[in-house]
T-cell receptor
């Protein structure tokens, strides 16, 4: 089993739709969680951190469920510009400086 | 402008010919890291460095070397490249508190080994 798993998609949704991605992790000692966005093989860029209490940034909401060991990203009112690959990142506290990426979920927003 | 630079951006080489991919950051970051990205596998960490002269293996270190003699530079060395090292490589840096701060990525180096 991979340490961090994501549904690779692609998710094809119309503009204005709400879409949700999940990311599961296997190491219960994981400490920090992030969502990154990557456009067409360009460099990943931070979208948002994921806090225990859940957090929101405009149309984006991130949540953490430690009991079930997953994080989620919800995108409301999808825009064409949201089309990208979304990567979840997990940092375990007991593995030195390692960062573990999921394989990414591809989102395509259509007009 | 705060940035991470990588060179070269594109490289085609032959099996066994030693190469170095440079990575430099101008943000005075302590933490630097190398990743490779392959279809269906996502980003996998090759090596990371917590500070000058401190390096450690990530998940896929075989066939690679790194060094961290200066804070700003973290070159990736392939002593004897093989075709299975054909990939897209990213360098990244962050402040020492990597649990809280974002990783800044370079633009990537697309390497083809024939």
């Amino acid at each position: 089993r991979k340490e961090v798993e994501q549904d690779p998609g692609p998710f094809n949704v119309p503009e204005g739709a709400t879409v949700a991605f999940n990311c599961t992790y296997s190491n219960s000692a994981s400490q920090s969680f992030f969502w990154y966005r990557q456009d067409c093989r360009k460099e990943p860029k931070l979208l948002m951190s994921v806090y225990s209490s859940g957090n929101e940034d405009g149309r984006f909401t991130a949540q953490l469920n430690r009991a079930s060991q997953y994080i989620s990203l919800l995108i409301r009112d999808s825009k064409l510009s949201d089309s990208a690959t979304y990567l979840c990142v997990v940092i375990p506290y007991n593995q030195g400086g390692k960062l573990i990426f999921g394989q990414g979920t591809e989102l395509s927003v259509k007009p | 402008e705060a940035q991470v630079t990588q060179n070269p951006r594109y490289l085609i080489t032959v099996t066994g010919k030693k190469l170095t991919v440079t990575c430099s950051q101008n943000m005075n970051h302590e933490y630097m890291s190398w990743y490779r990205q392959d279809p269906g596998l996502g980003l996998r960490q090759i090596y990371y460095s917590m500070n000058v002269e401190v390096t450690d293996k990530g998940d896929v270190p075989e066939g690679y070397k790194v060094s961290r003699k200066e804070k700003r530079n973290f070159p990736l060395i392939l002593e004897s490249p093989s075709p299975n090292q054909t990939s897209l490589y990213f360098c990244a840096s962050s402040s020492s508190d990597r649990f809280s701060y974002e990783q800044y990525f370079g633009p990537g180096t697309r390497l083809t080994v024939t």
